[in-house]
Each structure stands twice: as C-alpha cells, then as structure tokens.
C-alpha cells in the first residue's frame, strides 16, 4: 500500500463527495472534511476527521489545512450560485491558506458546461449550457470564475481542474480518462475515482480538463 495520506474534502456529503471520501478511506487515508451536516457521515468511521461548518462561515483553513497532502473541492449549491460565487469567493481565501500551510496539490471539480480560461465550449456544450441546463448559469459562472483567478493568480499552487460530465447516481460505467475535448456524462462514483486518480497525475497540473471513456 501507498503511504498514508491526508486528503482536506470539500463536500463530502454530496453525491461525488461521498464515493470519493468511501475511495479513500478503503485505501487506507486519512479524510479530513468540512460538513455543515456531520450526520450525515459515520462519525465512528476509522481515519475519517468531521468538522462542522461551511464555506461561507468563515471556516479556520489553517486549522483544517494542518498535515494535510491533498485537498479538493467537491462544492455546488445551486440554488446560492444563482446570485452569488460562493466558490470563488472560498477558493479565493483558499489558496493563500494553503500556501501559509505549506500544502500544494489542489484539485477543484466543476462542470463540463463550464468554460475553461481563454477557450470556448464546443458548438454542442454551448448549445447544452444555454438551453436545458440554462438554470444552472451561476454554477457555470461560479465555476469559470475560479478557473480564471487560479490560472492568473495561483500558479505556484499545483492545481488541477476536472470538468466532469456529471450525471447520476449508478454502477459503474468503466474508467474515464483526461480530454481536452470529449466530454462522457458519467455517474458519481466514476466522477469520484476519476478525482482520486487525477490527484496523483503531475502532467494534469495546470489544466482544466474534461473526462471521457475510452472508447
């Protein structure tokens, strides 16, 4: 086995967050999360560190960052991104702590709609974006928004971007691979083991990505 890591999770109770926290506890890693709901994880579960509160609660990250190898960012309220770039504003304060902690690997999950910096979204991903997942504008803008500020500002942190092609909850559907154009709606748990995976790739630092099957 790998040595023991400490991965710092950022939405562990959502529907990607739970299969990659599940991925690495059963690889033997310390998970470290922040829940606004610790119910809704096994607080008894060996390796695995609850701390209640939120991204806009002005968490303590230098307390959350202490030891940890890896953090990601799992993070999407909807409902909040309609008005406000939650995400943003929290990568934003993100990134110095990190840099205070001494701890460098960063993978942020948003959504294949949402356009990497300085490059347009296919014919086909533009037309989806603008017209059934048109509700969901603010978490693409959210998204690109913090793609913009870790290209221009945060190039010393060892970031990676995964623009997952979400789709819901169920088995298996193989193992995605890095794309700079294809793009497969996959279910939660190949998204997670997609991230899991990533987290470990040097050649995906600095890039914002898509994933796909191979085919």
Sequence with gaps: MNAQKTYLVFGATG?????????ALSDGHRV?????????????TPNLEIHQGSITDSPDLDRLLDGADFVVSLLG???????????TAFVQKLVPAMRRSGVS??????GGLSAPPNRRLSPTLWAIRNTIARSYIGQHEDNEAVMRYLSDEARDIEWMVHRAGIGSDGPSKG???????????APFRDCAAYDYRLLSDA???HTCDLSAYRR
């Design 15 to 23: 529907q990607t967050g739970k299969h990659f926290t599940a991925r």
């Design 203 to 205: 050649s995906a630092i």
């Design 32 to 44: 470290r999360v922040l829940a606004r709901n610790p119910g809704k994880l096994d607080g008894t």
């Design 77 to 87: 309220d909807a409902a909040q991104q309609k008005t406000q770039k939650i995400n």
């Design 105 to 110: 690997r960063f993978l942020y999950q948003a």
């Design 175 to 185: 193992e995605l691979q890095r794309s700079s154009r294809a793009v497969s709606i």
